[in-house]
C-alpha cells in the first residue's frame, strides 16, 4: 500500500483546509485514518475510520472541527480541517491499517501498518 498526502500548506486563524491521501494497493486495509505531529511534540492520533463505512473516531482536539471521509471510487481519503487554530500546525500524515479498530486502539502507532510522507499545514495569523 502506498499513501500520497496532499494539499497542505498556510491557512490563517479559523481558516479551513482539506488534505488528500491518494492510496494505492489499498485493497487489504481495512482503516484509513490521519496522525499529525507538531514542532518538538510526539506524533498523535488525530481521525480514523473503517473505509467500508461505518466506525469513525476522532481526537478529543479536534473532534467537531475535522471531518474524515474518503472516495472510494477515487481510492483517496480526506480531512477537512474547519476553524483551525496555531496548535494544529503540524506535519500530517495518513495512514492505513489491516486490522479492523476499536477506540482505543486507533490512537497506538503500532497498529498502522502503512504510512504516507506527510503533509505541512501551518496556521498563523
Known amino acids: 500500500v502506498q499513501l500520497q498526502a496532499s494539499g497542505g500548506g498556510w491557512v490563517p486563524v479559523g481558516g479551513s483546509l482539506r488534505l488528500s491521501c491518494a492510496a494505492s494497493?489499498?485493497?487489504?486495509?481495512?482503516?484509513v485514518g490521519w496522525f499529525r505531529q507538531a514542532p518538538g511534540k510526539e506524533r498523535e492520533f488525530v481521525a480514523a475510520?473503517?473505509?467500508?463505512?461505518?466506525?469513525?473516531y476522532y481526537a478529543d482536539s479536534v473532534k467537531g472541527r475535522f471531518t474524515i471521509s474518503r472516495d472510494n471510487a477515487k481510492d483517496t481519503l480526506y480531512l477537512q480541517m474547519n476553524s483551525l487554530n496555531p496548535e494544529d500546525t503540524a506535519i500530517y500524515y495518513c495512514?492505513?491499517?489491516?486490522?479492523?479498530?476499536?477506540?482505543?486502539?486507533?490512537?497506538?502507532?503500532?497498529?498502522?501498518?502503512?504510512w504516507g510522507q506527510g503533509t505541512l499545514v501551518t496556521v498563523s495569523s
Open positions: 495512514v492505513a491499517s489491516r486490522l479492523g479498530l476499536i477506540a482505543s486502539e486507533v490512537r497506538r502507532r503500532d497498529n498502522w501498518h502503512y
Open positions: 494497493g489499498r485493497t487489504f486495509t481495512t482503516f
Open positions: 475510520r473503517r473505509w467500508s463505512g461505518g466506525s469513525t
